[in-house]
């Protein structure tokens, strides 16, 4: 379906980067590189010169780790969304948060998309991208309290219950008034999930691409990853992209990541051999 991010529409043939930068003193990848506000805002010019079409601004670490209350949330996500919006008006700008009142604000200040990454831990943001006509990312979690981490979590079939509490949540947040072309739905790797079950959603992706929702991947360095290949975070890029491949020969729609050229350079390749797009250019044996 066309998809409509804020003021943004892209056509169902559209793939899009979605670059993260973290707001925090210490994310997991990048050991608060972007912790600094000019920092974080040279971050968004390299990534739009990349290419990218979504930056996703993001306050708290999703890691267990010190106390962040909504105000210093906001402190820390509220003034910098303001400041590229008045520096990039066509980015589309999304916040990473699952807390209603962080989400007011940000969409008062100007972001477009809402990225729940704790799968609708408070209920009231789907309501608020719906008062503000802001898009909302809905993901699977497992039902864990946001911030902590699995602890031999099962399930009888995990893609089943990604695929039915994701869609739940995006048919809520049509019920409430979001856009139905406005809602992604994210199988969110790691979170709620072993590596075993990371692996398995993603080698079973089409069946989430097949519900019709554009389905939104985040793999980027992630622990399923670095304990498959047995690699520290850092060295985590090659089997970022096999993994990125796979999701996009499935037929994933944005992908949140670190490294943008490289991402786009798979998915790109790899929809062109599913023939969901054309080589962009074709001369050999031809001219």
């Not at 003193?25 to 390299?46: C, H, I, L, N």
């Not at 306050?59 to 919006?85: H, L, Q, T, Y």
């Not at 992706?205 to 304990?227: C, I, Q, Y």
């Amino acid at each position: 379906m066309t998809l409509r991010l804020g003021r943004q529409e892209f056509a169902d043939d559209a793939t899009l980067m979605m670059a993260i930068v973290n707001r925090t003193p210490d994310s997991f990848f990048d050991k608060g590189a972007t912790w600094a506000e000019d920092s974080a805002f040279d971050r968004v010019q390299q990534v739009v010169d990349e290419g990218a079409e979504i930056v996703d601004i993001g306050g708290i670490k999703a890691a267990p780790g010190s106390e962040i209350d909504a105000d210093e949330e906001k402190r820390r996500v509220v003034g910098f969304v303001e400041r590229v919006r008045g520096a990039f008006p066509d980015l589309v700008i999304s916040v990473d948060t699952w807390r209603s009142e962080v989400g007011r604000a940000v969409c008062q200040a100007g972001a477009d998309l809402l990225n729940d990454a704790w799968g609708g831990a408070d209920p009231r943001l789907a309501e608020v991208a719906a008062e503000f006509d802001a898009a909302l990312v809905c993901t699977h979690t497992g039902g864990i309290t946001p911030r902590t981490r699995p602890h031999r979590i099962e399930y009888q079939d995990v893609m089943a219950d990604a695929i039915g509490s994701t869609v739940a949540q995006a048919e809520r947040a049509v019920a409430v008034g979001v856009a139905r072309e406005s809602v992604v739905i994210d199988p969110a790797h790691d979170f709620g999930k072993n590596t075993f079950h990371s692996l398995e959603v993603t080698r079973r992706l089409d069946e989430m691409v097949a519900t019709g929702w554009p389905v939104l991947v985040s793999l980027s360095n992630k622990d399923f990853v670095g304990e498959t290949l047995d690699r520290p975070v850092g060295e985590r890029l090659l089997g970022t992209l096999a993994a990125t491949a796979v999701a996009a020969t499935a037929g994933a729609r944005i992908y949140r990541v670190h490294q943008v050229p490289e991402t786009r350079q798979v998915v790109d390749m790899a929809w062109t051999i599913a023939g969901r797009r054309p080589p962009a250019r074709a001369i050999r044996g031809l001219a």
